[in-house]
């Protein structure tokens, strides 16, 4: 753009529609303009889009994972950990260590109904029973750790699905 713009004083002044004087000035407006767009374009820090979160404005806070957890079978109790599954045979198994989070979210595909607990209620017999393709979600949780579930249709060992995140939606900051 700059260099028709050049071209078009130029032309007026070589066909006597611009007076010399005046189109000396117009070239040398334009050229501090492009000098002063230079400087501005040769300063700007173009930085690369990261590829992990480290160091990184964007950080995403809302880490995720998902796993499927085998339910131990003889209607055992089974709490939910950083790799899975742990068999709980003390019911209110506590310091297990669980995938960090603020949610959990159970997805019962098991063909079976089954019985969710939170924290410590399992001792108390606090549930959710959940049937076939319910799903349910448990807020204010620190761990996977603080959630576990069991089959009690039959003896059966049978597979659920959970996710763990921090927050359904994004936060605002």
């Known amino acids: 753009m700059s260099i028709l713009l050049l071209r078009f004083v130029e032309r007026n002044a070589e066909s006597g529609e611009m007076v010399h004087a005046s189109a000396i000035k117009l070239f040398i407006l334009i050229k501090k303009y492009l000098l002063g767009l230079n400087n501005v374009m040769a300063s700007y820090d173009i930085k690369p889009p990261p590829e992990t979160n480290a160091g990184s404005q964007y950080f995403n806070i809302n880490q995720c994972k998902s796993f499927k957890i085998t339910l131990a079978a003889s209607k055992a109790l089974t709490r939910f950990t950083d790799g ?61 750790g603080g959630v576990s579930a069991k089959n009690i249709t039959d003896n059966d060992a049978v597979d659920i699905y959970i996710r763990a995140q921090f927050f359904s939606d994004n936060p605002a900051r």
């Open 84 to 144: 899975g599954q742990l068999p709980d045979g003390t019911g209110g198994q506590t310091g297990v260590a669980g995938f960090p989070c603020g949610e959990v979210i159970v997805v019962n595909k098991s063909d079976k109904q089954i019985e969710v607990f939170s924290e410590d209620n399992a001792g108390a017999g606090y549930a959710f029973q959940m049937d076939n393709n319910d799903s349910f979600t448990f807020r204010g949780q620190t761990s996977t």
